[in-house]
């Protein structure tokens, strides 16, 4: 069984820093790649970052690029996003997600998902 369950969430003022965490349970977590999606109010589910398995390859939306670092702890089976600089157009749920196929960007490339946490930013 495997299990992704994501916390840090909340809400924040723009400009400011929250750090998301996907505690992964199960075997997967040293072989599969680590993913960050997030889905805002009437819009579809969109790619944010991804971590290779072995934590040496990362690739971002461009939308976050420069403000967003993904990054994981193999010895805590977490997988993390530091987002900064934050912006009201990121407020959305933001998803973890694990699939076999590195740098994948799609969310059809991934076979399990967390529940999500809200992220809310403020003007």
């Known amino acids: 069984q495997v299990q992704l369950v994501e916390s840090g969430g909340g809400l924040v003022q723009a400009g400011g820093s929250l750090r998301l965490s996907c505690a992964a349970s199960?075997?997967?977590?040293?072989?599969?790649?680590m993913g960050w999606f997030r889905q805002g109010p009437g819009k579809e589910r969109e790619f944010v970052a991804v971590?290779?398995?072995?934590?040496?390859?990362?690739n971002y939306a461009d939308s976050v690029k420069g403000r967003f670092t993904i990054s994981r702890a193999y010895a805590k089976n977490t997988v993390y996003l530091q987002m900064n600089s934050l912006k009201p157009e990121d407020t959305a749920v933001y998803y973890c997600?694990?699939?076999?196929?590195?740098?994948?960007?799609?969310?059809?490339?991934?076979?399990?998902w967390g529940q999500g946490t809200q992220v809310t930013v403020s003007s």
């Open positions: 971590i290779s398995w072995s934590g040496t390859s990362t």
């Open positions: 199960g075997r997967i977590f040293g072989t599969y790649a």
């Open positions: 997600a694990a699939g076999p196929t590195s740098g994948a960007v799609v969310p059809g490339a991934y076979g399990y």
